[in-house]
């Protein structure tokens, strides 16, 4: 038998894999075989002790690491896991397939060859991916034959290859880990990606089109901006490149399907290590009936770096520049992202904390406009649905709000509590908490130019209050509307903070289930009337001068991480339109259509049956009678503790199940560790997107964090680790030794292996 080697990963780019044990020529020989050809760099350090430089991930670390953890008979080939890549079909072994080997072996201590690549961090100057393809994840081309890629890094010779000017990188803001957690728990999801468009009736050009992009992301720097490369013991960083180059794809007409094209895009991942937080898709249509050209445009973007205001901005700009033969007037636009994160930097917590700490809402408040449902709704994804006052119905209610001190938004966020008490009261009605978020712009800070500042700043807050039967109504308004202005001083502070400071007790619980968001008229919305380029309306009839007509910009509402989220929004006719995107998982369509419905009728309703004396117990006659929805109850994957951590602080070793072992198969283990972190794990089937649900405390937290397991486990552990490194975290080491019986030596291989990590992570 070949005896078996400890491996510790360090993911890359490029990654490698330190091996302890007796390795031998023939084991590595047989497990790269097994593999997609790469040219390896292996170094000796003693003789049971090795290390081995692979390429740049894609490439399958993991899944060698598992191959090498199993002990094999001289000779034979190593089986395969089941996540392995097929090797390439040019031929059977190392010889016959011309696969190259790894430069050096077991015992050449100077084995040479450079497997080392560019970076994956922003170290080309464009934005996005040419082939729809991000690290690690397959294309989700959105059309048929037909999409022309007008820039990205293999369109743009210029920006394609070299080395950018970086400046120094600045911690991310805490509403942007937020934002980061949320997405790199739910890969695939599409989470946090915002979409607008219209259309653009007339002449099109598109170098001018293109240049202008590019002229604005040359005075925008969040358009610059990208994840900078982690490093140990830091967060998210943000840095701004030297230069960018949007990401613009046109569609010949026929080639796409719009409503595919717009799903496509909002799940194609973005790529946050290179600059391009906006990336822009145009689809020919057919020309009208009097032959004007006509395109609809679609901007996608990741709210990890830009709101719904500061796409409007950028639009404006565009304009502004599109008018000016493709090129910006002026130079950089100040104060940018850098300034808002050097503001934020600078801000006392203590008043913050002191303020969030009694306003959070605490455990066991009512967070769902719905009964707890028997069973799962047994579908996936996200869903959408939508209701409409009619102009004249929001009117009234805008007139109705402000006789009585506050804003429509108010009487929104009144309807809403309404909704969530209705289905928290017992039989004996009586006061009962209630909890939801709403959307606040950010922008209320003392930072000279903030209106017209395009970066990440709308943010969700929590509200937290008791509504009382015996309330009025006018009363409940005016409660909402002291909590918004109180809370206002502190808009800028973000839920992960405000969990972690209302303590222990919701480290892991949501403050919230469900965000409101109130969308102010576009004219509102785009900054001080009549300033150049503060918005997509600001430049309409000089581009009418040159025969282009502007459709009105249309949104689409992101996928948020709270299972409900609704949006109301002004249409140009005087409407509200009330939206709602819900987790499929938690809502089934038709309680989700309820849902909003019951709160449209409040809202239609309330104007002309609430006066200065109605109660809240009679304002609820207005859905008396009406089904109240189900919603099932969520069930985060929440880390199983095996082992508790020597002190605060220590750290978490979680060790991943390789498919198939039993339960305990960590148990062994578990006793022999010595600590002193915490060892923890999932049961059952489990896939990446639970680990990083369950790991998301330790990296909020900032704790020292290890993957390990027995053979068959480094493929996840290496994808986890990944996803982890794409959104900003030092990646944690990946530790694969033993096997999955969870014997003796297995047991042991593993601890002495988590051991050694364990001390390098400090």
């Known amino acids: 038998m070949a005896a078996p080697v400890q491996v510790i990963v360090t993911p890359g780019p490029p990654p490698s894999l330190d091996l302890h044990g007796p390795l031998t020529p023939r084991a590595l020989e047989a497990a790269l075989a097994v593999l997609p050809p790469c040219t390896p760099t292996l170094k000796r350090h003693t003789a049971t002790h090795h290390t081995l430089q692979l390429p740049p991930p894609p490439y399958p670390a993991g899944t060698l690491a598992d191959l090498l953890a199993v002990p ?47 970076g994956a961090y922003g170290d080309v100057g464009a934005c996005g991916a040419d082939d729809g393809r991000a690290p690690g994840a397959g294309a989700t081309a959105p059309a048929r034959s037909g999409a022309a890629p007008v820039r990205g ?114 799940v194609r991942p973005f790529d946050l ?123 009234r209610l805008r007139d109705w709000a402000a006789e009585r001190g506050a804003t429509e938004s108010t009487a929104l966020h009144a309807a809403w509590a309404l909704q969530l008490y209705r289905p928290a009261v017992g039989p004996v009605p009586g006061p009962r908490s209630v909890a939801f978020a ?32 015996a309330t009025t109504v006018p009363g409940l308004l005016a409660e909402l509307t002291g909590q918004a202005l109180d809370a206002a001083a502190y808009e800028w502070v973000s839920t992960g903070q405000i969990r972690a400071w209302a303590g222990a007790s919701r480290r892991e619980d949501p403050l919230t289930e469900t965000l409101l968001v109130f969308e102010p008229p576009a004219s509102a919305a785009t900054g001080r009337p009549g300033r150049a380029g503060h918005g997509e309306g600001a430049h309409r009839e000089e581009l009418a001068a040159e025969g282009i007509r502007m459709g009105s910009a249309e949104a689409v509402d992101p996928i948020t991480g709270v299972p409900f989220t609704l949006t109301a929004r002004h249409e140009p006719d005087g409407s509200l339109v009330l939206s709602s995107v819900y987790d499929r998982t938690r809502f089934s369509d038709e309680a989700a259509e309820l849902v909003l419905a019951q709160t449209a009728t409040l809202l239609r309703e309330l104007p002309a049956a609430v006066g200065p004396s109605t109660t809240v117990a009679e304002a609820l006659d207005l859905l008396s009678g009406a089904r109240v929805p189900l919603a099932t109850a969520g069930r985060p994957a929440v880390l199983q503790p095996l082992g508790e951590a020597a002190r605060p602080g220590a750290g978490t070793v979680c060790l991943i199940p390789p498919p198939g072992a039993p339960e305990d198969c960590y148990a062994r283990a578990a006793r022999l560790y010595p600590g002193p972190e915490a060892l923890a794990t999932l049961t059952g089937p489990a896939d990446a997107a639970d680990f990083l649900t369950a790991l998301r405390p330790a990296l909020a937290t900032g704790e020292p964090l290890v993957l390990g397991g027995f053979s068959g486990a480094g493929a996840l552990a290496c994808e986890i680790a990944e996803r982890i490194a794409a959104h900003g975290w030092y990646p944690p080491l990946v530790v694969i030794a033993g096997t999955a019986d969870g014997g003796p030596d297995s047991a042991r291989s593993l601890t002495r292996a988590l051991t050694t990590a364990a001390a390098r992570t400090g």
């Open 72 to 118: 094999q008979p001289e000779g034979a080939t190593p089986p395969v896991p089941a996540t392995a890549p097929a090797a390439r079909a040019a031929g059977g072994g190392h010889g016959a397939s011309g696969r190259r080997g790894p430069a050096g072996g077991p015992g050449d201590p100077g084995g040479s060859g450079d497997p080392c690549a560019p």
């Open 153 to 266: 890094p293999l369109a743009d010779p210029r920006h394609g290859t070299g080395r950018q000017r970086v400046e120094p990188a600045l911690p991310a803001a805490p509403l942007q880990r937020d934002v980061l957690l949320d997405a790199l728990a739910r890969p695939g999801a599409g989470l946090h990606v915002g979409q607008v468009h219209w259309r653009w009736h007339g002449p099109l050009d598109t170098d001018r089109f293109t240049a202008a992009w590019e002229s604005v992301a040359g005075r925008e720097a969040v358009l610059r901006a990208c994840l900078a490369r982690p490093e140990r013991d830091a967060g998210p960083q943000i840095a701004v490149r030297s230069h960018a180059v949007p990401e613009i794809r046109r569609h010949r007409a026929g080639t796409a399907d719009w409503y595919a094209l717009l799903a496509a895009e909002r």
């Open 273 to 395: 290590r290179h600059p391009g937080p906006l990336r822009i898709a145009l689809l020919d249509e057919p020309p009208t009936g009097d032959g004007t050209p006509s395109t609809r445009i679609l901007v996608t973007y990741h709210q990890a770096l830009l709101d719904r205001r500061s796409v409007r901005i950028l639009m404006g700009a565009f304009q502004r520049a599109y008018l000016a033969d493709g090129r910006a007037p002026g130079g950089q636009r100040r104060p940018d992202v850098r300034d808002h994160l050097q503001w934020v930097r600078r801000q006392d917590l203590g008043p913050a904390r002191a303020f969030w700490t009694q306003a959070a809402p605490v455990p066991g408040v009512a967070t769902l406009p719905a009964h707890p449902a028997g069973r799962t709704t047994g579908r996936l994804g996200h869903g959408r649905t939508r209701q409409t006052l009619t102009p004249f119905e929001a009117t």
């Open 438 to 469: 709403v959307s606040v712009s950010g922008r209320g800070i003392p930072l000279q130019g903030v209106e017209a500042l395009p970066a990440p700043l709308r943010n969700p807050l929590p509200v937290h209050l008791v509504v009382d039967p």
